[in-house]
């Protein structure tokens, strides 16, 4: 059981925009920022977004983030057969001594 | 640009000590600003977080594993270290290396090692 709660699957059809949520508590996505990694199949995630909302440099504008209260959501516009892999969103969980806490993924499938 | 590649024991026995280690090539760990951390994922399931460490040697660790974890930097080598003691198979993951954030509390690990696989079987 992840402390951050993703739904296990999304799809979307080429060109169409899917977005994928993140759900957590006052400790972890409500006063901290949110991270989102991207994972294709066989490799080591990457990072997509970072606090909260930003790119880093080289990730295509299709993606972005956003934050309200104990919850996220990524989106993805354009959606692009490339795009199919595992998403998480992350965060600092305030609890206890402090910990980083993963959502548990989300595999996206680009029908 | 910055890369990062972890090693060690693809096989380690129950109840032994699972030791790995990061090397980073193109920046140093000593002039950086930034955490280094340790990533597990268990194969077919989501990703854990199991430490983070600074230069300085400071440590944060993940309260699940905290008993059993020790993180270490050595920047002679620009390497940072990973021991998880008493290993049982629930230990059996791919472990990955990342640098972190400037503030541990910002867990914007990039770039990634590629992974190693480490099984715990008698």
């Known amino acids: 059981q992840s402390v951050l709660t993703q739904p296990p699957s999304a799809s979307g059809t080429p060109g169409q925009r899917v977005t994928i949520s993140c759900s957590g508590s006052s400790s972890n996505i409500g006063s901290n920022y949110v991270y989102w990694f991207q994972q294709l199949p066989g490799t080591a995630p990457k990072l997509l977004i970072h606090t909260n909302n930003q790119r880093p440099s080289g990730v295509p504008d299709r993606f972005s983030g956003s934050k309200s209260g104990t919850s996220a959501s990524l989106a993805i516009s354009g959606l692009r057969s490339e795009d199919e892999a595992d998403y998480y969103c992350?965060?600092?969980?305030?609890?206890?001594?402090?910990?980083?806490?993963f959502g548990g993924g989300t595999k996206l499938t680009v029908l | 640009q910055l890369q990062l590649q972890e090693s060690g024991p693809g096989l380690v026995k129950p109840s032994e000590t699972l030791s790995l280690t990061c090397s980073v090539s193109g920046g140093s760990i000593r002039r950086s600003n930034y955490y280094w951390g340790w990533i597990r994922q268990p194969p077919g399931k989501g990703l854990e977080w199991i430490g983070s460490?600074?230069?300085?040697?400071?440590?944060y660790y993940h309260p699940s594993l905290k008993s059993r974890v020790t993180i270490s930097v050595d920047t002679s080598k620009n390497q940072f270290s990973l021991k998880l003691s008493s290993a049982t198979a629930a230990d059996t993951a791919v472990y990955y290396c990342?640098?972190?954030?400037?503030?541990?509390?910002?867990?914007?690990?990039?770039?990634w090692g590629q992974g190693t696989l480490v099984t715990v079987s008698s």
């Open positions: 460490i600074y230069h300085s040697g400071s440590t």
């Open positions: 992350a965060a600092w969980d305030d609890s206890l001594s402090g910990l980083v806490v």
């Open positions: 990342a640098r972190g954030g400037v503030v541990v509390a910002r867990p914007e690990f990039d770039p």
